[in-house]
């Protein structure tokens, strides 16, 4: 409690440090200190607080120190030269994931935000400052409703238990300009001390998502307090990619035809339709954004004077190699020994050929 008052009493007429020392890094039995020195000061009694935190860090409890002390060990010298161990708690990065890496127009896409352990803050806090708030900021390629989104706030214990918190009693909850706030402030954040939270909702992609390597982005900030009156950020971002699969109708000599008329299906006997399409004058069909996987076209109808293909054309699109960082997708067309580079821009690009037919005598 006296640290506390005189924090207070230092915040509130601005009273600068007698000393500053900055950490510098030094090497000991080949593991790796912080150290500061601060020499040659007075003698007297000193409150040292901690000002420049490490990033992922909360800082160490502000404590006394008398210069001189007795010695610890003996009690029966002063010591004038002597070594203090603070200790930070390390506040691990936000981790966010999603259930898939692709995805099309009107598939459901659950993003789970696993924040770290909430800080435990000694009596040096002004606990009515605390603050523990999630940020997710989503792309215009998706769509989030609180009624159908199935948003879940939960706090993880050390040994796995969970329990459901309730909106207004235990966070505060926003939506606005496609970015959903968790917020967590003063004794909500003391009541969750040392639990992690954990945010899990769905998102609809819709006909904004971005088709090709930039990938539909999505970026959650978490801000915490790591030191009296100050905050830290750390993030994390999830990618979800998309894709077009376009057919360019031609004929025997590379012209284009209209008129003709494919459905896209999902599975082999051409049962599960995902969407049909007719090509435009320039012989392009344009299915939509759709997810990785394999798909099946059947040609429903061939332009005038031109035969129908005999079977559908199998397309499946793919990882090749690909992590987190790195955006490596290949597609195939009625099994071709090797995949072919999908490109930046995302788009399955096929030429079928139709042949001019003829007619039977009557």
């Not at 009493?9 to 790796?32: D, F, L, M, R, W």
């Not at 505060?172 to 992690?196: H, M, P, R, W």
């Not at 995302?346 to 037919?357: C, F, T």
Request: include cysteine.
């Amino acid at each position: 409690n006296k640290v506390k008052d005189i924090q207070d009493i230092i915040t509130k007429n601005e009273i600068k440090a007698a000393y500053t020392g900055t950490t510098a890094e030094k090497t000991e039995n080949g593991k790796i200190f912080g150290y500061v020195t601060i020499s040659d000061i007075d003698l007297g009694y000193y409150l040292v607080v901690e000002t420049g935190v490490p990033s992922g860090y909360v800082a160490s409890k502000p404590f006394f120190i008398s210069v001189p002390r007795i010695n610890k060990e003996s009690g029966s010298h002063w010591e004038y030269e002597f070594t203090v161990e603070p200790k930070n708690e390390k506040v691990p990065p936000i981790d966010k994931t999603a259930n898939t890496d692709t995805a099309g127009v009107g598939d459901d896409v659950t993003y789970t935000l696993t924040g770290p352990s909430v800080p435990i803050y000694d009596d040096s806090y002004d606990k009515s400052t605390l603050k523990y708030i999630i940020t997710d900021t989503m792309s215009e390629g998706l769509t989030f409703e609180k009624e159908t989104s199935d948003i879940t706030v939960e706090s993880v214990e050390a040994d796995g238990m969970r329990s459901t918190l309730e909106e207004t009693r235990d966070y505060a909850y926003n939506f606005s300009n496609q970015t959903l706030t968790i917020s967590l402030t003063g004794e909500k954040v003391t009541a969750q001390a040392g639990k992690q939270i954990v945010v899990t909702y769905k998102a609809k992609i819709n006909e904004k998502a971005v088709v090709g390597s930039v990938g539909n982005d999505n970026t959650v900030v978490l801000e915490y307090t790591n030191k009296p009156g100050s905050s830290i950020t750390s993030q994390d971002n999830k990618k979800v990619y998309s894709f077009k699969i376009q057919v360019n109708k031609k004929n025997q000599s590379d012209e284009p035809l209209a008129g003709a008329i494919f459905d896209l299906y999902r599975d082999e006997a051409c049962t599960d339709c995902v969407v049909q399409g007719i090509s435009d004058p320039d012989g392009i069909i344009d299915f939509g954004t759709i997810k990785a996987g394999t798909y099946y076209l059947k040609e429903l109808a061939a332009p005038d004077g031109y035969t129908l293909l005999t079977s559908p054309i199998k397309v499946e699109i793919y990882d090749a190699n690909r992590d987190e960082d790195t955006y490596e997708i290949e597609y195939k067309v009625n099994n071709d020994a090797t995949g072919i580079d999908i490109g930046d821009n995302g788009i399955v690009s096929i030429d079928v050929v139709n042949h001019s037919g003829f007619s039977l005598p009557s």
